[in-house]
């Protein structure tokens, strides 16, 4: 078992930035890619990032591209989610979700929360207006 731990939630006025962090708790060869949702009060979960991990793919939903920039460092199992000019519509709980499965080659639609197997607790990001 995976567990994933996600830090650097919290409060920021409209325009600021934070960094999401998302480290896995052992290292794992059959890791796939990993990413980040969001779920906002009264909404569904909703994709925002993700990241393969082999060769460091990335894709973003329309609503964060050129603002949100999502990197990993396979060396500490980590992924992070660097967030900037953010708005009062990025207020949400951030999930990070990992795709750990051995010998899994696709095909691989990131935007769907079942292609991930392993979730972290979610950590809270308020932007204030």
């Known amino acids: 078992q995976v567990q994933l731990v996600e830090s650097g939630g919290g409060l920021v006025q409209a325009g600021g930035s934070l960094r999401l962090s998302c480290a896995a708790s052992r290292r794992t060869f059959s890791t796939y890619a990993m990413a980040w949702f969001r779920q906002a009060p009264g909404k569904e979960r909703e994709f925002v990032a993700a990241?393969?991990?082999?060769?460091?793919?990335?894709y973003y939903a329309a609503s964060v591209k050129g603002r949100f920039t999502i990197t990993r460092d396979n060396a500490k199992n980590t992924q992070y989610l660097q967030m900037n000019s953010l708005q009062p519509e990025d207020t949400a709980v951030y999930y990070c979700?990992?795709?750990?499965?051995?010998?899994?080659?696709?095909?691989?639609?990131?935007?769907?929360?079942?292609?991930?197997?392993?979730w972290g607790q979610g950590t809270q990001v308020t932007v204030s207006s």
């Open positions: 979700a990992a795709n750990i499965r051995p010998y899994y080659s696709g095909p691989y639609y990131y935007t769907i929360s079942g292609e991930y197997n392993y």
């Open positions: 990241i393969k991990w082999r060769d460091g793919s990335t």
